[in-house]
């Protein structure tokens, strides 16, 4: 996303719990392999991006999946970090 450099991304493993798209936002429950994550807003530069990663969160909920999860280190509302991209492994 070009709101955020490398500098600015952590990346790790994890598994999608659920996925919600509402209200012009996008949001997914995760855990990754020792703890729970909770909620986190997707971010991205257009509605296409945040589509995206939607869909390809869903994917890996249905098929309990790993993912890789790029979360920015900024806070986002609430002071929750964002979700910025989602790769399937």
Known sequence: MSA????NWVDYDAQVLNVFAGGGTAWIE????IWYVGWRRLLGDSVEDVSRV????TIAKQS????????T???????LAEITAIQTL
């Open 54 to 57: 939607l869909q390809i969160a």
């Open 73 to 79: 280190n900024a806070s986002g509302p609430g002071g």
């Open 4 to 7: 955020w450099d490398d500098s």
């Open 30 to 33: 995760y855990r990754y392999s």
């Open 64 to 71: 309990q999946s790993t993912v890789r999860v790029r979360a």
